[in-house]
């Protein structure tokens, strides 16, 4: 009789992204931790289990901008694998977090030989890319208010996979004038209109009604 050979078991990916274990950890985020700064050494990507985040950049002048929000289910800090020795952005906690750190040499195995591990990453980074051109095409074309109501549409995930969320966490108007390019005031302005046609209410929490797509469609 042979021996019997040694079977690997399959890759349980929902286990591997819930438990820490040698290579990776997870750590639990109060409301505007900050997760790592700009000019951090890069040696870890980071997958958000459950919560928001927001990365920043700082330029030399001190000007910030806020370049991206991200929530459960994205990965960040993915630029390491491309060979940035440091972090080129900062990321906090916009809410309650739990995000789990994996070891620059055991994402770099793992896309190697766990292909489901691979598909997920990739359709992460495309579905990235895809966001970033967008975001480039808003600002070179739309006015702030679009911009404004785009922002708020995709915080609430319409147009995205899994239900859209009418209640979307808290969310300040200075972060939302560094996301859309503008200033706290013209953010004001544009809230106040959308509250008035109906398109929002905010009391603490800030409704959204799909309504608000007619501020995109509309010339």
């Not at 916009?94 to 195995?109: H, I, L, P």
């Not at 708020?152 to 200075?174: R, T």
Request: glycine share 6%.
């Amino acid at each position: 009789m042979k021996p019997k050979e040694n079977v690997k078991p399959p890759f349980a990916l929902k286990v591997f992204l819930s438990k820490s274990n040698r290579g990776r950890s997870t750590a639990e985020h109060k409301t505007n931790d900050r997760i790592f700064a700009q000019g951090d050494i890069a040696n870890t990507i980071l997958y958000i289990k459950e919560g928001r985040v927001k990365i920043t950049v700082l330029s030399k002048q001190g000007k910030e901008a806020v370049v991206a929000i991200l929530k459960d289910g994205d990965f960040f800090g993915e630029g390491c694998l491309a060979g940035q020795q440091v972090r080129m952005a900062t990321a906090v906690a916009m809410t309650k977090c739990s995000v789990m750190k994996v070891e620059k040499g055991v994402a770099v195995a793992l896309l190697h030989e766990e292909p489901s591990f691979a598909d997920l990453f990739m359709s992460h980074l495309l579905s990235r890319n895809i966001k970033i051109e967008e975001d480039l095409v808003d600002q070179l074309f739309n006015s702030s208010e679009k911009r404004l109501a785009r922002v708020l549409l995709l915080l609430a995930n319409f147009g995205k996979e899994g239900a859209p969320q009418k209640v979307i966490p808290k969310i300040s108007q200075e972060t939302l004038a560094e996301i859309v390019g503008t200033t706290r005031p013209r953010i004001n302005f544009f809230m106040n209109r959308f509250r008035k046609l109906g398109f929002l209410k905010y009391n603490g929490e800030l409704e959204i009604h799909s309504s608000l797509l007619n501020v995109i469609l509309h010339d």
